[in-house]
């Protein structure tokens, strides 16, 4: 499979990047850890290198279960993107943190979860009003230097925090929600990033599944879209519509609807990769088939009106 370069760093990442907040076995239902491990596995034979998880994820859990799931894959041939921001505890409390010193003891705890030596990319998951960036940026700094990571970035930084973090730091990547059907940050925050360099990894580019023309608007559930507004009623029915306009065109191109809406997704300049949430092995094994969907700039801006 194809790899692009994240940014300015010197990552070379698969564009559909394996998604583990599931792993966390917590918003998203139980799933069996052995039909992890097989997805993971899975997107392995499927040429996928990039992995992104999150420390908050099952409170550890996660991190875990990708570090089993792993087992055995060469360190060198897998990118492992991991954050830090809630600092939790066993008795289920959390906040925000992130002063230099916990941004060290969490990246010693994300590596022993893991069982790895080192962390490819390792993230600010939100902004911390009450750190000054210096300080992360500092403990960023000094993890890089230890060579427990590879690169740094943030995740959920709006584009003014991107640029005030970036005035105390080098911070490579920014990892944002975008979606095809919610496309607010092309306004200024993928410019910005498109003309600095710096690599964008978006997450939830199927809007929990919105975008995989999977359903019919009568769904109800019972993880963490029981309580989303957009998974009910009209509003619900409304968004299945405009997902199924896409259907023509995806059989036009020969590749299912999630495919289209990926492909459409990392064919944007400003992206690089697109997070996928991944539960089982068909899941990554349909979502690596988007990277060799190619679309020219008419086909794109189809896809674009017809979810309009």
């Known amino acids: 499979m194809k790899k692009v370069k994240l940014g300015s760093t010197a990552l ?17 239902g139980k799933v ?67 002063s230099g010193r916990y941004v060290i003891e969490a990246c010693e705890a994300s590596l ?19 750190t000054p960036l210096e300080e992360t940026a500092l403990a960023m700094e000094t993890l890089e230097k230890q060579g427990k990571v590879r690169a740094y970035g943030v995740s959920n930084f709006t584009v003014e925090q991107l640029r005030a973090a970036r005035r105390c730091g080098k911070f490579q990547t920014i990892q944002p929600y ?21 690599g964008v990894l978006v997450y939830s580019p199927l809007l929990r599944g919105l975008l995989t023309g999977k359903f019919t608007g009568t769904e109800t559930f019972t993880d963490l879209r029981a309580n989303d507004d957009r998974f009910k009623g009209e509003r619900f029915k409304a968004l299945v519509a405009r997902v199924e306009r896409l259907r023509p065109i995806a059989q036009q191109k020969g590749c299912t609807v999630t495919q289209l809406a990926l492909a459409a997704t990392i064919a944007h300049p400003a992206i690089h990769c697109a997070i996928v949430g991944i539960k089982s092995a068909d899941q990554i094994r349909e979502a690596a088939v988007a990277v060799h969907v190619e679309l020219d700039r008419e086909e794109y801006h189809s896809v674009r009106r017809a979810l309009a």
Request: hydrophobic letters at 35%; glycine letters at 8%; aromatic letters at 12%.
């Open 32 to 98: 069996p850890e052995q039909a992890l491990i097989e997805a993971v596995r899975a997107g392995l034979d499927a040429g996928i290198n990039f992995f992104d998880t999150a420390d908050v994820y099952g409170d550890g859990l996660a991190e875990e279960t990708l570090g089993r799931a792993l087992r055995g894959a060469p360190r060198s041939e897998v990118v492992i993107s991991t954050k830090v921001y809630h600092h939790f505890y066993p008795d289920g409390r959390r906040h925000p943190d992130l």
């Open 178 to 198: 975008y979606n095809l059907l919610e496309r607010d940050i092309e306004k200024d925050l993928l410019p910005y990033c498109q003309l600095e360099h710096i």
């Open 112 to 130: 022993r979860r893991l069982g790895m030596d080192y962390i490819d990319l390792y993230q600010c998951h939100a902004f911390d009003q009450f």
């Open 12 to 28: 070379e990442v698969t564009p559909i990047c394996f998604g583990c907040w599931q792993m966390g076995q917590s918003q998203w």
